[in-house]
T-cell receptor
Framework: EAGVTQFPSHSVIEKGQTVTLRCDPISGHDNLYWYRRVMGKEIKFLLH????????ESGMPNNRFLAERTGGTYSTLKVQPAELEDSGVYFC???????????FGEGSRLTVL | SQQGEEDPQALSIQEGENATMNCSYKTSINNLQWYRQNSGRGLVHLILIRSNEREKHSGRLRVTLDTSKKSSSLLITASRAADTASYFC????????????FGRGTSLIVHP
């Protein structure tokens, strides 16, 4: 069974540019989460999808971040325009049950210059 | 706001020794989970303990939960160099949206 996959693994962009990160969860997992880790800090929650619906987006930093989950399958996280403080590793995770364990992707490292 | 907080932030031990890391949290939980992250990789689930459980074992891992103190500990016995990683606790709060919240992690280095 395929795990959670994320693309790209690493992206380097200039301030002001746009980046789109993609996450493919484990098939059948209705719950999909986005997290971000900035160097040395906690893994911070961004948002939670249940199928195609945003269940909780309280962690989204601002309106430069837009997440979608088409048809309840893969999800994208777009940052537009990117700022220096957006640099970090963006993790996607999925779970079958609301209270169960999370399965993480390898993360997408974003560097904004 | 940050729910789980791991302690210590860094731990360095010799192979064969035991490693203990702690997690404190603030509000009532449904369950608490421990994860491991090897450098540059994603997080891997280790063990889940429910709020009505006090102790769980999985191989060389032992997790305890004290809901009265709002704390948990992860013990790795007979550590190996391959255990070198960052360890995170994640709590799912009860009565809410069950969003797993993580801390900064404990960085464990096991010297061969």
């Amino acid at each position: 069974e395929a795990g959670v996959t994320q693309f790209p693994s690493h992206s380097v962009i200039e301030k002001g540019q746009t980046v789109t990160l993609r996450c493919d969860p484990i098939s059948g997992h209705d719950n999909l989460y986005w997290y971000r880790r900035v160097m040395g800090k906690e893994i911070k929650f961004l948002l939670h999808f249940v199928k195609e619906s945003k269940q909780d987006e309280s962690g989204m930093p601002n309106n430069r971040f837009l997440a979608e989950r088409t048809g309840g399958t893969y999800s994208t996280l777009k940052v537009q325009p990117a700022e220096l403080e957006d640099s970090g590793v963006y993790f996607c995770a999925s779970s079958q049950f609301t209270t169960g364990e999370l399965f993480f992707g390898e993360g997408s490292r974003l560097t904004v210059l | 706001s940050q729910q789980g907080e791991e302690d210590p932030q860094a731990l360095s031990i010799q192979e064969g020794e035991n490693a203990t890391m702690n997690c404190s949290y603030k509000t009532s939980i449904n369950n608490l989970q421990w994860y491991r992250q090897n450098s540059g990789r994603g997080l891997v689930h280790l063990i889940l303990i429910r709020s009505n459980e006090r102790e769980k074992h999985s191989g060389r891992l032992r997790v305890t939960l004290d809901t009265s103190k709002k704390s948990s500990s992860l013990l790795i016995t007979a550590s190996r160099a391959a255990d070198t990683a960052s360890y995170f606790c994640a709590t799912r709060t009860s009565g809410g949206s069950y969003i797993p919240t993580f801390g900064r992690g404990t960085s464990l280095i096991v010297h061969p």
